[in-house]
């Protein structure tokens, strides 16, 4: 979800209303105290509403809904699997969404490639019906022409965030393997242009760059590119690896003040938004130490897997550990009501040790709190 600036939240704000999306003016209302304030979220998640005898139902919710990748990113966890990857059909999807209750927010991304499942557009109208905030996360590699481009600016979902292993043809492509570095950058210039004659306020952009070995040394030439695009931009969420798993360990770098500092200043000079966010070898967001998990406001986020398992939040993916996030699992929502499985003794259980600083044994992968 991206971390925007007050001042962005309210041309935000001022685009749902010359948009008329006034279903999500109000899902607004529940995202800035739940979500984009992340301390006054904990406070009111783990202490003021438990104090009252209210145990919030999750405004927030993310599925996956597809693992298909024809990618071998060497980096990423999919590559390293020995299971077989499927989709998740529109009705199962449908079965989720509406079990769930018509979530205010709703994040489809995953360990596979959005637009390898053919039900994927239709996923985005039915959310984006009801009145959803919707963000979307994919590499843009694989529309099958603009035509597909033009139909997702008309769905419009809220966010489109595209993410990127480098900004250069030999970096992207060493990391991406099989992927065409030309291609994803001919889409993302196609979506611009096509939104620009549309005239359409959404989907509005925003970038996820992942920083590798291969990868560190040219964020400041994407934060050039970003800004070459003449666009409204909503954020460039900037992640070194999460998880430094086996496989993967010689990709993953550290990065100091030094670093993060200089990327701020360019970006800011552009005034595009621009968050550090945690990573494998550093503490947390902005280099500073883990707090402690009793601040956790992720677990009003799960995370669906394609075949309906239900996680505590997305946090834990891309540690190569999904037989593990399975074998740990808090229930499975096409088999079960979620609203049972949310209010279950162990979910319960799970909130309570949170709350008591405690971490439960479904999070002890989680990169972000002590532990």
């Given amino acids: 979800m991206p971390n925007m600036s007050f001042a962005h939240k309210l041309k935000l704000f001022s685009n749902y209303i010359l948009d008329k999306r006034f279903r999500e003016i109000y899902n607004m209302f529940w995202v800035y105290p739940l979500w984009w304030n992340h301390k006054f979220s904990a406070f009111l998640l783990n202490k003021f509403f438990p104090k009252l005898g209210i145990d919030l139902f999750p405004p927030f919710l993310e599925i996956e809904p597809t693992t298909i990748c024809n990618f071998r990113c060497v980096c990423c966890e999919h590559t390293y699997w020995k299971h077989p990857s499927q989709n998740m059909t529109f009705e199962q999807f449908k079965k989720i969404f509406d079990s769930f209750g018509k979530p205010k927010w709703l994040g489809l991304t995953g360990i596979g490639s959005s637009y390898l499942n053919p039900d994927f557009h239709k996923m985005l109208k039915y959310a984006k019906s009801r009145g959803t905030i919707i963000e979307v996360m994919d590499h843009f590699a694989h529309f099958k022409s603009d035509k597909q481009i033009k139909e997702l600016i008309e769905i419009g979902p809220d966010f489109q965030f595209v993410s990127t292993y480098g900004a250069s043809k030999k970096s992207f492509e060493k990391v991406c393997v099989g992927s065409n570095y030309d291609i994803i950058e001919k889409n993302i210039k196609t979506f611009v242009k096509l939104k620009k004659q549309m005239k359409k306020r959404f989907p509005i952009l925003n970038f996820h760059y992942i920083i590798t070995s291969e990868s560190k040394d040219e964020l ?83 995370f669906i897997f394609v075949d309906g398992t239900i996680t505590p939040c997305c946090a834990q993916n891309e540690a190569n550990q999904r037989e593990w996030q399975k074998a740990t699992s808090l229930g499975n929502t096409l088999k079960q009501d979620f609203r049972k499985i949310w209010y279950s003794s162990r979910c319960k259980a799970l909130r309570k040790s949170i709350r008591n600083n405690k971490c439960p044994e479904e999070c002890k992968l989680c990169p972000a709190y002590k532990k």
């Fill in 220 to 302: 400041l030439d994407f934060i050039d590119f970003v800004h070459s695009l003449d666009t409204e931009i909503g954020e460039i969420l900037v992640t070194p690896m999460l998880h430094s798993f086996k496989q993967a360990k010689k990709y993953v770098v550290s990065i100091d003040k030094k670093y993060v500092e200089k990327i701020e200043s360019k970006a800011k000079s552009y005034k595009i938004p621009i968050t550090i966010n945690m990573s494998a070898k550093q503490e947390a967001e902005g280099l500073e130490n883990k707090p402690p998990i009793k601040n956790c406001k992720e677990y009003i986020m799960p």
